[in-house]
């Protein structure tokens, strides 16, 4: 059974930081793009960071470049998003995903993922 498990989310001042973790279990993913989406209070959820399946690519919403960097290590099955710079409309539910099929690209639609993570919550306090 694949599994993803979000975690480090959690209240923090603006200005400050966060690394959130996903460990992925139940298979291997090295050969899939990995990404992080988050939804906020009362909006849709939206494509944060992506990296590819080798970690030599990656690609960021606007707002969050230059503050954000995501990362992945393939031999313990994790991604990461370091988060710096925190602002209150950071504040979301932040989800882990792995796309649907092997390639060498990176992803930025909700609909390429297909394996999903529980979420953990980022809250920025002003």
């Known amino acids: 059974q694949v599994q993803l498990v979000e975690s480090g989310g959690g209240l923090v001042q603006a200005g400050g930081s966060l690394r959130l973790s996903c460990v992925a279990s139940g298979r291997t993913f090295s050969g899939y793009a990995m990404g992080w989406f988050r939804q906020a209070p009362g909006k849709e959820r939206e494509f944060v960071a992506t990296i590819n399946r080798s970690g030599g690519t990656t690609y960021y919403t606007d707002s969050v470049k230059g503050r954000f960097t995501i990362s992945r290590d393939n031999a313990k099955n994790t991604v990461w998003l370091q988060m710096n710079s925190l602002k209150p409309e950071d504040t979301a539910v932040y989800y882990c995903?792995?796309?649907?099929?092997?390639?060498?690209?990176?992803?930025?639609?909700?609909?390429?993922?297909?394996?999903w993570g529980q979420g953990t919550q980022v809250t920025v306090s002003s």
């Open positions: 995903a792995v796309v649907g099929y092997s390639g060498s690209g990176f992803y930025t639609g909700e609909h390429q993922y297909y394996y």
